[in-house]
């Protein structure tokens, strides 16, 4: 079982977010505080998911560890070391596929490789084919992004993220916009993906439910600005089958976080 969360002075391999604080400037002249002193604890292999109510902070967060923006306070650290800007040891995985659409599925699952001009043409091409094996997307490798349906496209977009093979993969509600049954089986694919290579993963999703199967750690962030409310350790047994969702340790938890986040609605409300 990984280390607690709170670690906070615990040096461990992996990625650790240290009090991230981030400040947007508005072109209206006032500042949005996006991100109050955050800290999240990704360790090697660990299973991390972000849930929180809208607007508060989860892609801010995503694209801070990205390297994609820059933050305003506190750190980010790779195996204890500080890190600035993107890198090639993180990928996102963004809600929307964004997909290059004059290339086919092969030709989109290689473009990383490409622009990274690594590794050999023989090699990335290789490793192409067993991506799209791994995906489910055999006999459609010479389709274009329009020809595929959403789900189909959210596998090109996982794909081609795992192509580079990052050590850690961050999620920005990858399945948000698929139907209730496609979003099952995309969720228990990557939970196959994961098993089988153990990444490091950041979730972000405003579904309980996703986050509670998935992660081994759920951070509760609060409404803006986003602070970590809670930090909930899920400890329910691993390889996970969607039937896992219907046991009662598993409700109980999802019952736990869900009254979090609507304790925080009551006080806004108020
Ligand atoms: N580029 C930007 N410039 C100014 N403010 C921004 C920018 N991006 C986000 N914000 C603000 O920062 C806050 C957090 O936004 P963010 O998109 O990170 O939230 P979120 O938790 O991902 O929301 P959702 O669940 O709706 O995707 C919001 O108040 C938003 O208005
Ligand atoms: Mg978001």
């Known amino acids: 079982m990984p280390e607690a969360a709170t670690a906070g002075s615990t040096f461990r391999q992996g990625l650790a977010v ?30 991390i998911a972000i849930v929180g109510p809208s ?4 892609s801010t967060l995503l694209h801070c560890v990205a390297g994609l923006i820059p933050h305003e306070g506190g750190s980010l650290l790779l195996d204890g070391a500080a890190v600035s800007g993107p ?23 290689l473009y990383g490789m490409d622009i990274q001009r690594r590794p050999a043409p023989d090699v990335a091409h290789a490793r192409v084919e067993s991506l799209i094996d791994l ?7 010479a389709h274009y992004p329009f020809e595929l349906s959403g ?3 959210q596998r090109v977009n996982l794909a081609r ?9 961050l999620m920005d509600e990858p399945f948000g916009a698929l139907d209730a049954q496609t979003r099952e089986l995309m969720q228990t694919e990557l939970l196959a993906i994961w098993e089988r290579d153990r990444k490091t993963v950041i979730f972000v999703t405003h579904d309980i439910e996703e986050a509670v199967y998935l992660a081994d750690r759920v ?3 609060s409404a803006r600005p986003g602070r970590v409310q809670d930090v909930v350790q899920i400890d329910l047994p691993r390889p996970r089958t969607p039937e896992i969702k219907r046991e009662a340790a598993f409700t109980a938890i999802e019952l736990g976080i869900w009254r979090m ?4 609605q009551q006080k806004e409300v108020r």
């Open 18 to 47: 240290r009090g991230l604080t981030k400040i947007y400037d508005s072109h209206r002249g006032g500042e949005t505080v996006a991100l109050d002193r955050i800290t999240v604890d990704a360790g090697d292999g660990e299973f």
């Open 55 to 58: 607007g508060c902070g989860k």
């Open 87 to 109: 890198g090639r040891e993180r990928a996102v995985v963004f809600q929307d596929p964004s997909l290059l659409p004059w290339r086919t599925v092969h030709g989109n699952i």
């Open 135 to 141: 995906v489910g997307l055999r006999g459609f490798e």
């Open 151 to 153: 789900g189909m496209r």
């Open 161 to 169: 993220a795992l192509a580079t093979q990052p050590r850690i993969l």
């Open 219 to 221: 951070y509760v962030l």
């Open 261 to 264: 986040l609507q304790g925080q």
